[in-house]
């Protein structure tokens, strides 16, 4: 699942679930509206304006509550009803998203271990053909020389394996529901010949 907290939006998320503080009144308000709409677990909201528009990110515990807000349109009808209405420029150029707290912190861990094992290549990784381990999101690519070896997949399962064993014994872990998430496997030679060797067009 797609998420985009930033490092202080998390940190105020894992202060809200430990009870440490507390979301304000008119983040209350909404927060209490969409668990008793949608029978959802919400964390918080955050909003700002962007060069263009305002926006507003909802932030639900677990992946299975953000897939149960179906309908925007009816949190923007609350809100026309409240002070947040004029803090969020009238509903104009209004942009709602909805991010799943659990994947923001599987996608950090995943992001982690992927650095981790990175750093310790020669260790863990050196008897593999790989070129580059990516995780943009929270699902790692594992990037073979040649399209050949990625089909053989050689060493995925010990991959795999080292990256679930750093997300368990990882603090952060405590905030996950479930370890899932899933390996995919491509090749340098791909990048190169369909990106131009870049993975930022890769990814894009």
């Given amino acids: 699942m797609f998420c985009d907290l930033s490092p202080y939006q ?3 998320c894992k202060e809200i679930i430990e009870g440490k503080v507390k979301n304000s009144e008119n983040v209350r308000g909404l927060i209490e509206f969409i668990d008793a709409k949608f029978k959802t677990r919400a964390i918080s909201a955050f909003y700002g304006a ?14 299975k509550d953000a897939a149960k807000i179906t309908d925007k349109k009816c949190i923007e009808r609350y809100l026309a009803r409240t002070p ?10 209004f942009y709602i998203s909805v991010e799943s707290f659990e994947s923001q912190i599987r996608t950090d861990l995943i992001q ?12 863990l990784l050196a008897p593999l053909k790989i070129w580059y381990i990516a995780a943009v999101s929270d699902a790692p690519v594992v990037f073979y020389f040649t399209r050949q070896d990625a089909a053989r997949r050689e060493g995925g399962g010990k991959i795999e394996r080292l990256i679930r064993n750093f997300i368990e014994k990882a603090q952060d872990a405590k905030y996950l529901s479930h370890m899932k998430f899933k390996l995919y496997f491509d090749s ?17």
């Fill in 10 to 12: 998390s940190r105020r």
């Fill in 112 to 123: 982690g271990a992927v650095e981790e094992l990175l750093r310790n290549r020669s260790k």
């Fill in 84 to 93: 947040l209405f004029e803090k969020l420029n009238g509903l104009k150029s």
């Fill in 188 to 204: 340098k030679e791909f990048v190169d010949l369909e990106c131009g060797g870049n993975l930022f067009y890769y990814f894009k």
């Fill in 50 to 63: 962007g060069r263009d528009s305002v926006w507003l990110k909802i932030v639900l515990r677990f992946d």
